[in-house]
């Protein structure tokens, strides 16, 4: 059996506001936590969406690259957003520039509120890469 890994601190990464782990890796997968758009200076959602879905690609990377896999290897992911007819082309569009032709799975959903009054959300499972 696999150890499992918990990772909670990650340079260029926001400290999680809460108990909890970045990434969790164990048999080859890594599931990461929900990342929002989190601008490292202020603490705070960045402004403006596409600006926050530009950070949490960013953040989504150097998770999935600390615990050794990246983005082409995401299988899965649940995107949580709180205006879904003004955010899924967003979405959308982030997801194509983020993933290409790799694109995983995924579940799109509309809640009523976010941690910080932020607008999006997205959480991954991803496959280690070979070697890892």
């Known amino acids: 059996m696999s150890a499992i890994r918990r990772t909670g601190q990650i340079e260029g990464i926001p400290k999680p506001t809460g108990p909890w782990n970045w990434s969790v890796g164990w048999n080859g997968l890594v599931f ?8 490292l200076q202020t603490g ?7 600006r926050r879905l530009e950070l949490i690609f960013e953040h ?3 998770i999935l690259d600390h615990a050794g896999s990246s983005l082409r290897s995401v299988m899965v ?8 007819v003004r955010l899924r082309p967003l979405v959308n569009d982030a997801y194509v ?3 290409g032709d790799d694109l995983p799975t995924r579940t799109i959903i509309e809640v009523v509120g976010l ?3 932020d ?3 997205i959480e991954v499972i991803a496959a280690q890469t070979a070697g890892r």
């Open 77 to 84: 992911s649940t995107v949580y957003v709180t205006d879904m």
């Open 32 to 39: 990461v936590s929900g990342v929002r758009g989190i601008d």
């Open 97 to 99: 520039t983020a993933f």
């Open 115 to 117: 941690n910080q009054n």
């Open 119 to 121: 607008s999006i959300e």
């Open 60 to 62: 989504l990377r150097r």
């Open 44 to 50: 705070q959602p960045a402004d403006g969406d596409e």
